[in-house]
Structure formats: C-alpha cells, structure tokens
C-alpha cells in the first residue's frame, strides 16, 4: 500500500511568507506526527494527532506554528510570518495509534524541505 | 525527559562486515519502545527494527539485530554483512508508553560502507 506523503518536497519562500505544509498518513493511521529536522538542533517532536485531536502540542516551537487535521486524514502544519531559522526538514509521520500496544511503529514520509531566504 | 545518546563518530565499514552502532537511553519510565531507523541521502526516514523493554529476547529483523542490554540501559544495532547499500545516517530513537506517542530522537550515526 501507499506510504506516507508529504507535498511540497521542497518549499523556498522569503522571510515573513505564510507557508503550508501538507502530509496524507497511512490509510488507517489514527495517530500523525509532525517533526522537524535541521543541522543544528537534529530531529525534534513538533505535534502529535489522534484522530482530528492534538492532544501534544507542545514542541510547536512559537505561536507563529499552527497544524490542523481533518477526516482523520490529512494535515496541514502552517507556518505564519516565516523566519530564517524556520529553515529545515519537516518530517510527518503515522502510526495507527496504539498507545498502549507493544509496538506502534511510526513510518515516515520523504519530508519538505523549507528554505527560508 | 527521555534522553538518547549516539555518540559515536561517523563510520567507515568494508563490505560484507558486521557493524556496530551504539546506543544509550535515559528514562525513568518502566514501559518503553526502542528503534532504529535509516536515513539514506533521499532523506527518508525507514524503520529497522524495534525492542520492547519487557521482551526477553534481543530483536532481530533480517541483517540487523538489536543488542539490548536493560540495565545498562543501551540498545547497540548491528548489522551483519554490510552493503554498499546501507550507507546511510542511522538514528536510534526511544517512545515512552505512558503519557505521549512522541518519538526522542539521538544526534546520529554516520555509515559509509566501502567495497
């Protein structure tokens, strides 16, 4: 089946654009995942869904960062009034949402990577 | 807080050798998932292999194994008969059960396989 896809692949906008990231999980996957990685801080937990609920948003590094999911489905993380340090891979990711299970394997997709200039 | 550390640097491995990579976690939580995932220089992101911290048995998936040892808190991958394919950055990550689904990620290892 289909992995996890993530569009644009690649995003260069200029400092102070809005821009929209967008993933389509696993067909199936309750839970999605948005993380961020660049050179200096590596890979960081940015938010998790369950369904259409974010019930961690706590790696959302500024309230300039936003994300939303509906159906179930796809999601769109949003990033307001860009800065150069947003610069980086955004990873989405999908698992089907077991928390308690003794694997809930998260599988990524291929990432956007953002250039801000 | 769930801390992971690769700290080895990056790797050179002649082709069909078994390699090493290491790993050390930080929890306090007694229910945990640990996992390796493969980053070529496509950037994507695949999953190896997982280790549960109640199982008994080391994990193995094909040429990678996991060498976990709980009370020293470390889960070594190995891969056995390198190929020029695995070159890649390998990335040791650890899930708590309780509280989030998050995944903590280390820095990173380096692995450039030579013929």
């Known amino acids: 089946g289909a992995g996890v896809s993530q569009s644009p692949s690649n995003k260069v906008t200029e400092k102070g654009k809005d821009v929209e990231l967008r993933c389509d999980p696993i067909s199936g996957h309750t839970a999605l995942y948005w993380y961020r990685q660049s050179l200096g801080q590596g890979l960081e937990f940015l938010i998790y869904f369950q369904g259409n609920s974010a019930p961690d948003k706590s790696g959302l590094p500024s309230d300039r960062f936003s994300a939303e999911r509906t159906g179930g489905s796809v999601s769109t993380l949003t990033i307001q009034r860009t800065q150069q340090e947003d610069s980086a891979v955004y990873l989405c990711?999908?698992?089907?949402?077991?928390?308690?299970?003794?694997?809930?394997?998260?599988?990524f997709g291929p990432g956007t990577r953002l250039t801000v200039l | 807080a769930q801390k992971i550390t690769q700290t080895q640097p990056g790797m050179f491995v002649q082709e069909k050798e078994a390699v090493t990579l290491d790993c050390t976690y930080d929890?306090?939580?007694?229910?945990?998932?640990l996992f390796w995932y493969k980053q070529p220089s496509s950037g994507e992101m695949i999953f190896l292999i997982y280790q549960g911290s109640y199982d008994q048995q080391n994990a193995t998936e094909g040429r990678y194994s996991l060498n976990f040892q709980k009370a020293r808190k470390s889960a070594n991958l190995v891969i056995s008969a390198s190929q020029l394919g695995d070159s890649a950055m390998y990335f040791c990550a650890m899930r708590v059960y309780y509280g989030n689904n998050r995944l903590a990620f280390g820095k990173g290892n380096q692995v450039v396989v030579i013929p």
């Open positions: 929890t306090s939580d007694p229910s945990y998932g």
């Open positions: 990711a999908s698992s089907f949402g077991r928390d308690f299970s003794s694997t809930d394997t998260q599988y």
